[in-house]
C-alpha cells in the first residue's frame, strides 16, 4: 500500500493551455474524489467516482472540466482553456465503501497549478 | 445549508502550552459525521478522527482531545502539552450522510503554530 499518487507535484501554464492531472488511488478503494484547495481556504468537492462510474459533479466544474476513470483504476481530471482562476492545489482521495464512515478518505499530495 | 466554521484563522503558542481548535457546524441532517484533519507544510490531509452524530461520547487519544456538543453544534479539538511538530493547518469537515456520496464540506482551516 504506497498511499494514493498524484502525479504532476506541480505544474505551471499559460492561460489557454490545457491540463491534464493522474490520480492513483490506493489499489482496493473503489470510491474516489476529486477536491479543489486555493490559498488559506479548505478544500472544496469537485467529483466522486464509485469505480469507473462518475456519480456527483459540483456546480464548481464548470465544462472546461472533465474527469474520468477508466476500468475504476486512476483518475484524470483535465481542465481545458486554462483561466488564472483555475490556479489552486487539486487533491485526489479515495476510500472503500463504508471506509469514509470509520476511517477518513486517503488523500494525495495533491498537485498544485499556477496558470500565468 | 451546510456548513462549518473555523472563526480561529491563526493560533500561535509556546511549546507545551495547551491549545484549542474551534470548529462549529451547521447542517438539517440527523445523520452526519463531522472530521478532523492535519495537513502539514507538505500539503497531504492527515486523517485524525471521525464522530458520528449519534455518538456524542468524548474522545482523548494520547495528548489530542475532542469534545462533540450537538447542543452547541460545535465539535472542538484541543492538544495537550503541543509540539512543534503539530504546526499546520488543521480542517474540520462535515459529511452529511444522505448525500450519498460521503463528499466533505471543510472549514477554512486553523493554522497553528507551536513555537520552540
Known amino acids: 500500500d504506497t498511499g494514493v499518487s498524484q502525479d504532476p507535484r506541480h505544474k505551471i501554464t499559460k492561460r489557454g493551455q490545457n491540463v491534464t492531472f493522474r490520480c492513483d488511488p490506493i489499489?482496493?478503494?473503489?470510491?474516489l474524489y476529486w477536491y479543489r484547495q486555493t490559498l488559506g481556504q479548505g478544500p472544496e468537492f469537485l467529483t466522486y467516482?464509485?469505480?469507473?462510474?462518475?456519480?456527483?459533479k459540483s456546480r464548481l466544474l464548470s465544462d472546461r472540466f472533465s474527469a474520468e476513470r477508466p476500468k475504476g483504476s486512476f483518475s484524470t481530471l483535465e481542465i481545458q482553456r486554462t483561466e488564472q482562476g483555475d490556479s489552486a492545489m487539486y487533491l485526489c482521495?479515495?476510500?472503500?465503501?463504508?471506509?469514509?464512515?470509520?476511517?477518513?478518505?486517503?488523500f494525495g499530495s495533491g498537485t498544485r497549478l499556477t496558470v500565468v | 445549508a451546510q456548513k462549518v466554521t473555523q472563526a480561529q484563522t491563526e493560533i500561535s503558542v509556546v511549546e507545551k502550552e495547551d491549545v484549542t481548535l474551534d470548529c462549529v457546524y451547521e447542517?438539517?441532517?440527523?445523520?452526519?459525521?463531522l472530521f478532523w484533519y492535519k495537513q502539514p507544510p507538505s500539503g497531504e490531509l492527515v486523517f485524525l478522527i471521525r464522530?458520528?452524530?449519534?455518538?456524542?461520547q468524548n474522545e482523548i487519544s494520547g495528548r489530542y482531545s475532542w469534545n462533540f456538543q450537538k447542543s452547541t453544534s460545535s465539535f472542538n479539538f484541543t492538544i495537550t502539552a503541543s509540539q512543534v511538530v503539530d504546526s499546520a493547518v488543521y480542517f474540520c469537515?462535515?459529511?452529511?450522510?444522505?448525500?450519498?456520496?460521503?463528499?466533505?464540506?471543510f472549514g477554512t482551516g486553523t493554522r497553528l503554530k507551536v513555537l520552540a
Open positions: 482521495a479515495s476510500s472503500l465503501v463504508g471506509g469514509d464512515l470509520s476511517h477518513g478518505y486517503t
Open positions: 489499489s482496493e478503494h473503489n470510491r
Open positions: 467516482f464509485q469505480n469507473e462510474a462518475q456519480l456527483e
Open positions: 447542517t438539517r441532517d440527523t445523520t452526519y459525521y
Open positions: 464522530r458520528n452524530s449519534f455518538d456524542e
Open positions: 469537515a462535515l459529511s452529511e450522510a444522505d448525500s450519498g456520496t460521503y463528499k466533505y464540506i
